[in-house]
């Protein structure tokens, strides 16, 4: 693709000049410490620094920008390891295994599980830019309205593989979730829906401020509720940093995470909360403990963090090679390259190679760094599990309304944080999983309109969805997963009522 001599002279240039090298630093730190605050997410770091970055040169500020992209996606695993709170939305499914690690006394190995696998999916996504970029863009625009609504349906399938056995309470959160995510206006006609007259929400509701309250409220009171038996954990290296066999063991894990993140990245739109739930299950399918995932099990943590960074790669494919952003980050990522003269596309290669190369250099030293500030920061964020629950709620709360409030700047998405953090809260007492909702909330306006939209491309014509053989595939491969899904969880079912009977007889006996 480049000349060798120009790669090498530029990689180069790069590595040994100290200001690029720290700007990157800086950048992934920022983004590191914007991840870790719930509703400080990477894309208000990096619209937040774009105008700073104007007096760099080129591949000084886009280092920077890819430092805090790539750091803001790695640090929301802190907050949802340590606290049960999404530092960001693509954190969520951390939550899963990681809260219930950092409640055993696994705080530091969870969070190091979260750095090394944040860390390989980077690399992994980084080869594939590297070098399977331009092909992956004939992938990229192939997927029209047919194929986003045909995942999307994939993705809704799997709340049978995430939740908890009772699948009549996961689909009640599931439609619960899609309910919330109708709210504003129908994005074909343009009419209002279950606005009831208030401007505010004829927008929609941001996801940001509903993911906040779905799990920091919650959290905060749930809290209040327990007795204070926090004991302060003993750190060592070796509690945090895997040993080479738990690497091995994780292998496939790792890899799997990897691949689909980047291939989901690879698609406009879709984002990495989705590439979450994807590789959480498949992850979870191939374990051979499927009945840990949920109570602890760092895999489900690998198949987050591994996901969740991979798609940073993957999502500079399509805005590299085509122009076109592959999720919010990279939308607004655009504006710094705007800022300095750069168009994104296929001319870039031609006309900017330097750059290019410098994106990739920078992207790599990025993952090297997030790594590093990760593993030298965990002493420090562990001590969060021997704080208090009267000063660590003291620190929730503002943190949790500030976060609510920075998207938008309106105290509107306060009001709703706090009413579905209360919503939240009564159904989690119910015994009501949290997540279906979430997955609803994040694919249900993705389903609806792509698929809406699908059929007035074909004049109501259902068949278009079997008529083009990757949405027809996708569809094949819903319909697999959420029978395997539904039967395994049937059988686990039938398997604790059988053993529940024979407890009662023996103890009738």
């Known amino acids: 693709m480049f000349e060798l001599n120009l790669i090498v002279s530029t990689v180069f240039s790069i590595l040994s000049d100290p200001f690029t090298l720290l700007m990157v630093f800086v950048g992934t730190f920022m983004g590191l410490t914007f991840g870790t605050l719930p509703g400080l997410t990477a894309t208000m770091g990096i619209a937040l620094m774009i105008p700073l970055t104007y007096v760099f040169d080129s591949v000084t500020a886009l280092g920077m920008l890819i430092g805090i992209y790539v750091g803001g996606i790695a640090g929301g695993a802190v907050a949802s390891i340590l606290l049960k709170i999404p530092g960001t939305p693509n954190a969520l499914v951390t939550t899963f295994d990681g809260y219930p ?88 006609f343009g009419a209002y829906r279950f606005t009831y007259n208030n401007i505010q929400l004829m927008a929609g509701l941001s996801i940001t401020p509903v993911i906040i309250g779905l799990y920091s409220l919650p959290q905060v009171l749930n809290t209040c509720t327990e007795i204070n038996t926090k004991k302060v954990e003993k750190i060592r290296l070796k509690n945090f940093f895997p040993s080479l066999k738990g690497l091995w063991d994780a292998k496939v894990s790792l890899f799997v995470a990897s691949i689909i993140g980047t291939f989901t990245g690879v698609i406009p739109a879709v984002g990495g909360g989705v590439a979450t739930f994807f590789a959480y299950d498949q992850v979870k399918r191939l374990s051979k403990d499927p009945d840990s995932f949920g109570k602890g099990n760092h895999h489900g943590i690998i198949a987050s963090e591994a996901s969740n960074n991979s798609v940073c790669g993957g999502a500079l494919v399509p805005l590299l090679t085509l122009g076109i952003p592959g999720d919010a980050v990279t939308a607004v990522l655009i504006g710094g390259l705007l800022i300095h003269g750069l168009q994104p596309g296929p001319r870039m290669y031609v006309e900017h190679p330097e750059v290019i190369i410098g994106i990739f250099t920078t992207m790599l030293i990025a993952t090297v760094f997030m790594v590093i500030i990760q593993m030298g920061a965990i002493k420090f964020f562990i001590k969060i599990l021997s704080v208090p629950n009267c000063y660590l709620i003291a620190g929730i709360i503002p943190i949790s309304l500030v976060g609510a409030f920075a998207l938008n700047n309106n105290f509107f998405d306060v009001l709703v944080m706090l009413i579905i953090g209360i919503v939240s809260y009564l159904l989690g007492r119910a015994r009501y999983p949290i997540a279906p909702c979430v997955l609803g909330l994040v694919l249900g306006s993705m389903f609806e309109r792509e698929m809406r939209t699908s059929l007035r491309m074909s004049s109501g014509d259902w068949s278009i969805f079997f008529t083009r053989p990757v949405a027809c595939t996708i569809i094949i491969l819903a319909v697999v997963s959420f029978s395997v899904s539904l039967y395994k969880t049937f059988k686990s079912y039938m398997r604790e009522l059988s053993e529940e009977d024979q407890a009662v007889e023996e103890g009738d006996r």
């Open 101 to 188: 690690m950092a409640r055993q006394g696994r705080g530091a190995e969870a969070m190091g599980w979260a750095a090394v696998s944040s860390g390989f999916g980077g690399v992994i996504s980084w080869f594939v830019l590297v070098f399977l970029s331009s092909y992956l863009a004939r992938l990229c625009v192939s997927f029209s309205s047919p194929e986003y609504a045909a995942l999307a349906l994939l993705g809704l399938t799997i709340v049978a593989a995430i939740t908890s056995k009772n699948i009549i309470k996961a689909f009640t959160m599931l439609c619960l979730g899609i309910f919330i995510s109708m709210i504003g206006t129908d994005p074909i």
